[in-house]
């Protein structure tokens, strides 16, 4: 395969497994911290290297670190956008005067940022022969432990890429797999739309917290969000906003993996019969996994950013989705922030005039 040379958007701990992933196979990678000149990001300027450590061991020497996203961006083939989805629109404005034609952006993962990205180009006259594409999800359960060193709990063995134009979508999972060759195999999906809807957080992560915020409130720094907030009864309430959440691919026309079967594609096949039985199973990479916050990003990125265009959608075609309500709702209540109307609308991801067909088709 041609060399290729990335940029990695962000500087958390996604973005930096990416780094040291890439780094790792010899390849130049420029990492872009958006925020401030933490002392973490001074350490790595001054040293740039990054290291997994955990169920993945690796690491290399990063070509640039710079707070210069136009620095970053300058010359790479692929651009990894490695954020909460709330980061997206303000990272994409100053990504998007940097394009280049050619370049293949990859939101990691997709939570409908292509959407939003395609209508921000649009309106800042922006027309460049790129590629987008989004995961459905990171490829590691992972957290900074230092500096520049990632801990990997675990590895997912296989995971979801979709692309806009889909043409494209075969260059880019080669790309991806050619990163992650014996870690993590990136499989192909049929459109973007299919990647965020197929986003397992959308039930893993509200219900966990919302029925356990007073334990989280009191304990957040011990708090498991899986192994202590998913009780049998929490699964179950779980796996019907997975009902729900097919129902809605369905009406879509399209087909999405219930959230256990992905769990057991992503960290390993076992007899688990529900989401309980799995995260309390020797596959279940969320053992080790501690803190939680109320206002933590499990749902402040995956009810606004994830949950809600899902609802709206599916009401767009013509069908309730009663449980994804009541999450929205409560949410934006214990928040005191009206989601509905300040988290990812259609309106936001410029397809609120558009009919199902013409989103589906704006997703290929």
């Not at 009663?322 to 999450?327: F, G, K, R, T």
Request: net charge negative; glycine share 8%; proline share 5%.
């Amino acid at each position: 395969m041609e060399t290729k040379r990335f940029a990695v958007l962000g500087s958390g701990n996604g973005a930096r497994a990416f780094c040291a992933q890439i780094a790792a196979k010899g390849y130049q990678v420029a990492m872009w911290e958006p925020l401030e000149a933490t002392e973490d990001y001074l350490k790595l300027k001054d040293n740039p290297e990054m290291f997994l450590s955990g169920d993945i061991n690796l690491g290399g020497k990063l070509s640039l670190v710079t707070m210069d996203i136009s620095e970053a961006m300058e010359g790479a083939d692929v651009i990894l956008v490695v954020v909460p989805s709330f980061a997206h629109e303000p990272i994409f404005k100053k990504m998007i005067p940097n394009l280049q034609d050619g370049q293949h952006i990859v939101m990691v993962p997709g939570n409908f940022s292509g959407f939003r990205l395609k209508k921000m180009m649009k309106k800042m006259g922006v027309s460049k022969e790129i590629s987008i594409s989004g995961t459905t999800s990171m490829p590691y359960a992972c957290r900074i432990s230092s500096y520049n060193t990632v801990s990997i709990y675990k590895k997912k063995f296989a995971m979801k890429l979709g692309t806009s134009p889909v043409s494209q979508n075969t260059e880019v999972l080669n790309i991806l797999n050619n990163v992650f060759k014996g870690y993590v195999n990136f499989i192909a999906a049929e459109s973007l739309l299919e990647v965020d809807l197929d986003n397992p957080n959308y039930v893993v992560h509200p219900f966990p917290v919302l029925f356990n915020f007073g334990d989280i409130e009191k304990n957040g720094s011990t708090y498991r969000h899986y192994i202590d907030g998913i009780t049998p009864m929490i699964s179950e309430f779980m796996e019907r906003m997975d009902e729900e959440r097919l129902m809605i691919g369905k009406t879509l026309g399209l087909t999405l993996q219930d959230c256990l079967s992905q769990l057991k594609m992503y960290y390993g096949e076992n007899q688990s019969k529900n989401i309980y039985e799995f995260v309390h199973s020797p596959e279940s990479p969320y053992f080790d996994l501690v803190g939680q916050n109320v206002k933590g990003r499990y749902l402040t990125e995956d009810v606004p950013g994830v949950v809600l265009p899902a609802k709206l959608l599916a009401e767009k075609a013509g069908v309730k989705a009663p449980i994804a309500d009541l999450v929205v709702e409560t949410t934006s209540f214990v928040h005191n922030v009206d989601y509905l109307s300040k988290g990812t609308t259609l309106e936001t991801l410029g397809i609120e005039d558009k009919n199902i067909e013409e989103i589906k088709a704006l997703a290929l």
